[in-house]
């Protein structure tokens, strides 16, 4: 046999022993999951913004579940805290005062003095910014939460974060508001 045949047959032995002591590991070490705290989890924004006090949104629903406040999370607002009332099987809370935001805030880049350095694409955490390296960006401002992370490492310090006022544009349903009735269907085969 040829050196390159036997260097591939002995990779492929390689790669097949460590795949089944990974795969061995995987099933021998597997942790699970609390599902509380995944379902905690999936009602958050996943906005990974840290205004509750957490590094992001998987920290915020382990001490939810651990018991601490529903009460911290400003992005999903009002409608979030009640979904993980319900969940949680507690009394809702209003927003607590060092989270609630009387007005809604975006991002507004001021694009003239905007040099292009990408440091505030890479601090949003909804990818909220668009632009390129050396070009001007702007802000999605249908998609920015106003978690007011973009605002710090800018180096020329052309981000305000701006009241949204309601106009036809801004405003939307609170459907989460809206009693439902589900009815029941005759299934009849």
Not at 102 to 109: D, S
Request: some cysteine; glycine content about 8%.
């Amino acid at each position: 046999m040829s050196a390159v045949m036997i260097a591939v047959v002995l990779l492929g032995l390689l790669a097949l022993v460590f795949g089944a002591i990974l795969g061995f590991a995987a099933v021998k070490f597997r942790v699970e999951g609390d599902p509380l705290v995944d379902q905690v989890e999936s009602l958050l924004p996943q906005t990974q913004c840290g205004q509750c006090g957490y590094p992001g949104c998987r920290p915020y629903a382990e001490a939810i579940a651990g018991g601490d406040q529903i009460n911290k999370c400003p992005p999903g607002g009002t409608a979030t805290m009640e979904k993980i009332a319900e969940l949680m099987g507690v009394e809702p809370q209003p927003l607590s005062a060092t989270t609630e935001q009387q007005v809604k805030k975006v991002a507004y880049i001021r694009e003239d003095e905007c040099i292009g350095c990408t440091k505030c694409i890479q601090a949003c955490p909804v990818d909220a910014i668009v632009g390129a390296g050396k070009l001007m960006h702007t802000v999605i401002t249908q998609d920015c939460t106003g978690c007011d992370l973009c605002v710090e490492p800018c180096p020329v310090d052309c981000i305000d974060m701006l009241p949204v006022t309601q106009d036809i544009k801004t405003w939307n349903w609170k459907l989460s508001a809206i009693p439902v009735m589900q009815l029941e269907e005759d299934k009849q085969c």
